[in-house]
């Protein structure tokens, strides 16, 4: 081999490694450069899929903030599952979807699909979107039914169903802590891919996993908007609105070979595709269900890249001025070495020719240069660059991000420069910044959060990756910044929202006191921390009395107003380390921690009993309510959460047994008594149902003609076991269970058809007194009630007179005047019993149609030895006949009490002195008698 062939063979070796050796670096760089746009496309991607969510979230949330304040709306769903088995639901239904109509338009706009309320068996109360389609099973359906309507908490995310797909907020709604059921509100596919294109400013999709559809009714129904295009076993691929210059069934033949694999192990990928002269980025990012398990879905999305076509240009040119260079060199070399001896003559030629190759490049390389520069400046994120501890260069989405008017306001400054003096954290910016960059330094690569100031002041979010290269000769600080404010904001709104239904979760939304939820957490805790420490606690059961008379003459939203003032009052008394909860209605409790001796627990509740029992001023209205308290001790009574709170209850009825306004601590005797007024609760109701009640007639006399004029009707209670039972044992029982009711009418209709055939017989019984109750006289239908009774029973209206007494009246004396007017009418008389033991206002009285006064047996018992009650009663009868009205005095027992009545000028008695109150057949043979 001579000296030229070697050469040869030498240069040709040289030129191909050179060759490979710059194609490989090249290439390498390429493929780090698209990698990292195919990271952040995916993450962008996955970064605003989650705003996307959020910000429906956020919409939901103000939904469902404005049902769950709104009582109307919380009434009709109360009574929805109340009348759910009846055909009162109907109209509720109607009522409901007036209701939330307009808050379903407002949604739809927003690209709601369905607000849809459901019982807790799963069963639709109404679709509002559909409001002709409701009472079906939806747990068959959609899962996420099944686990709302059974841990009652908010869930939220994707979902399949038979025949669609969707984002479901899902919400428990409670009314005092009693579940009524729950709120779907849900967004389509099609809203979220629009919300994304305003996000990502990229076409995007979803693909659907077809083994929740039926394929066939589904490809059938939609099939403008699904087809099956893809040949994978497991999916539909959506197909959207897509750019004309392209097909997407050129894609598909890739998708096997590339995707399936990535797909089939549910795991987010992306990747690039070469396309009718694209580059294509595609990014898969996996959605799961509702309960972050099986994947049902996939978001897919398209990006035609022009900067990785461009940079991939720029490749390929750098490599054929390589590879011309490189044979260039060869040739010369070649050349030279060739014609050695004939060198001199063409040097001066190929050196011209070499300068002018020369002045070529280095055209190339400053339009290379340049195109470097252009992508640098025009890149999306912002770019920095720092030498030291300072900024020497940036790209104009650094200079935009901070809203500066050049990049000469930001170059040569420390990082801290532009920022606060103080980060999130504390630590001080200046001190911080330069820990990140040794961090960076260090590691190779730091992403992390950081505040920065904009030209105006204004602070905002911005993630910062720091990246250590060498470039120009030097060891720099290569900066990656993207703004995350609106990120932050989100996540804060979010996390505020979580606090707000925390808060609402353990807090009584009248009051803004604990719950029986957070109360009961707090007492086993206590329980569990004094039993540790040997300490000793109280449990106070409050019950505020004549509060429901209040709620039911003046309303609930008197009712609310008095318990916030209430609340306002026990919340002053306590102290910082003891808990005052509302359990409900007008029940609270309180926790009071630390008891040295019982006595500070009932000087607590003596300052409670004071403080409730003062005025309450509401609406020009000066009200009364007191409060009834009962004592439980830890560890004495009891050291469980249930049973100390059963015992304070059962002290608290204690202190109502006796006379109420007043607090007892638990001894044992009070669950047996506790336990007999629920037992005798349970048989007045049977009792009521078999008609097991008897009506007693005390005759009413005048005195001067020893005439019977009337008789006053009274119930017994004719118990199978233990015989006759009085009123004073099951009335308070009956008023409070609101079974009072049913029994005034029981009595009323009885007592009318006996006195009717008296007189049938001509034995003259006189007037038929009947007690009427508060609860009876507030029934809307009452006189219609009293009307058919007496049609029913060809009863006069003359021989009727209605009892109510003094207190009951003036609960609400504008309502009393309404319905007594009414009565009236009917020309049945009124007389108002126990007169003068109530607060009555005469202004009020002369307004009552009523016609005659009952002079109360308190009053009476006294007389002749108590002056006091001798007065009282002579200016009852002054007063009756001032006002033109009868009189009859009740409880009277002695000649001397009947002398008194008769001197003073009132002449009908009631009482033992004439007879006690009579069975059937005694009063038939009195009446016998006296006729």
Known sequence: MDSLTKVKLIISTIAIILYIAVYSITTNDLAKRTQNILDQQVENLNNNYTIAQDQFRIVSNGVYDTIINEKEILGLLRQAKEFKESSKLGEIREKLQVKLRPHYDNLKKLGVITLMFTFEDNSVLLRVHKPDKYGDDLSNVRYSFSIINRDKVFISGFENGKSSHAFRNMYPIFYNDEYLGSVDISFSSDTIE??????????????????????????????????????????????????????????????????????????????????????????????????????????????????????????????????????????????????????????????????YLNENLELEVKKHGEVFKTLFDKASHGISIIDGDEFVECNEAVINMLGYDSKDALLHKHPSDLSPEYQDDGRRSFEKANEMIYIAVENGVHTFEWIHLRASGEEFWAEITLTPIYLLDKDVIYVVWRDISKHKKAQSEIQEQKKILQYRANHDSLTGLPNRTLFNDRLTQSIKSSARHSKKFAVMFIDL?????????????????????????????????????????????????????????????????????????????????????????????????????????????????????????????????????????????????????????????????NQVTGMEALVRWNHKTMGIIPPSKFIPIAEDTGMIVELDEYVMRTAMKQVKSWYDEGLSPGVLSLNLSVKSLQQQEFVGIVKSNMIEQDFNAQWLELEVTESQIMLDPEHAIDKLKKISSLGIEIAVDDFGTGYSSLSYLKLLPIDKLKIDRSFIDEIPQDENDMAITKAIISLAKSLNLSLIAEGVETEAQKAFLLDNGCDNIQGYLYSKPLPLDDMHAYLMERN
């Open 194 to 355: 629009k919300n994304m294109l305003k996000l990502h400013k990229e076409e995007t999709h979803f693909i659907v996993h077809k083994s929740v559809f039926d394929s066939k009714v589904w490809i059938s129904d939609h099939k403008t908007k699904y087809v099956k295009s893809v040949e994978h076993d497991d999916f539909l691929f959506s197909k959207g609105d897509y750019r004309k210059d392209y097909t997407f069934d050129d894609v598909e033949l890739n998708f096997n070979k590339k995707f399936k694999k990535d797909i089939d192990s549910n795991i987010q990928t992306n990747k690039l595709f070469s396309l009718n002269d694209m580059d294509l980025i595609v990014s898969f990012l996996p959605i799961r269900n509702i309960q972050d398990k099986k994947v049902l879905a996939y978001l897919v999305s398209y990006k035609d890249s022009k900067y990785l076509r461009n940079t991939l240009r720029e490749y390929k040119l750098v490599n054929v001025i390589a590879f011309i260079i490189i044979i260039l060199i060869g040739v010369i070399v070649y050349i030279n070495v060739k014609q050695r001896l004939f060198l001199q003559k063409e040097v001066n030629k190929k050196t011209e020719d070499l300068k």
């Open 545 to 705: 009395d004549r509060f429901k008379q209040i709620n039911d003459s003046l309303g609930h939203a008197v009712g609310d107003k008095v318990l916030k003032e209430v609340s306002r009052r026990l919340m002053s008394l306590i102290r910082e380390e003891d808990t005052l909860a509302r359990l409900g209605g007008d029940e609270f409790t309180v926790l009071m921690l630390d008891l040295d001796e019982p006595n500070n627990a009932s000087i607590l509740a003596s300052k409670i009993i004071e403080s409730v029992s003062k005025p309450i001023y509401i609406d020009k209205e000066t009200l009364y309510v007191s409060a009834s308290i009962g004592i439980s001790l830890f560890p004495k009574d009891a050291t469980s959460s249930d049973a100390l709170l059963m015992y304070a209850d059962n002290a608290m009825y204690k202190a109502k047994d006796n006379g109420r306004n007043s607090f007892e601590f638990y001894t044992s005797d009070m669950t047996a008594l506790a336990l007999s007024k629920v037992v005798m609760e349970s048989s007045m109701r049977k009792a009521i149902e078999n008609e097991s009640f008897i009506v007693y007639y005390q005759p009413q006399i005048n005195a001067r003609t």
